[in-house]
């Protein structure tokens, strides 16, 4: 007994099928890539608010050990390093008194592009931020 072998019935993928397959994957890439680097950048603002709280407490430090603010300093020398623990912000004094300061932290690299743009904290606990388009409530 032969077995009969059928010609035409070939096993496998048409080009038509496969690049229907290939135009799922790019649209579905399309759409979720963008909303990855959205997650990746809001998951690296916690770099920037504990970066601003720990600094913060270095300059109450600082107020406690010398009762003003003036003088301090961030950086190698100063009370806290001038940037962040992952690196994705730099941190700065943006004003300073005896009895005050506003602490600042600047995106840097691929978080420049971020939403929320600069944090700020005061001596009081205030946070903010400016420049972006989301506000503190949002960014914080």
């Known amino acids: ?11 496998g993928f048409t080009l038509i099928e496969l690049m229907v397959a290939v135009a799922v994957v790019g649209i579905l890439a399309a759409i979720a890539y963008p909303s990855y680097l959205g997650q990746i950048q809001k998951s690296r603002r916690a770099d920037a608010r504990a970066a601003l709280v720990a600094a ?5 430090r600082f107020y406690s050990e010398r009762s003003t603010y003036a003088g301090a300093t961030l950086g190698s020398s100063g009370v806290y390093p001038a940037a962040s623990q992952n690196g994705y912000y730099t941190l700065s004094i943006t004003a300073q008194s005896a009895a005050g300061f506003t602490l600042a932290a600047t995106p840097t690299g691929n ?10 904290y005061d001596q009081t606990g205030t946070k903010g931020n400016s420049g972006g388009t989301l506000g503190a409530a949002s960014c914080w």
């Open 1 to 11: 007994m032969r077995r009969r072998r059928r010609r035409g019935a070939a096993r």
């Open 56 to 60: 913060a407490q270095a300059l109450e």
């Open 111 to 120: 978080q420049a592009s971020d939403a929320c743009d600069v944090f700020t």
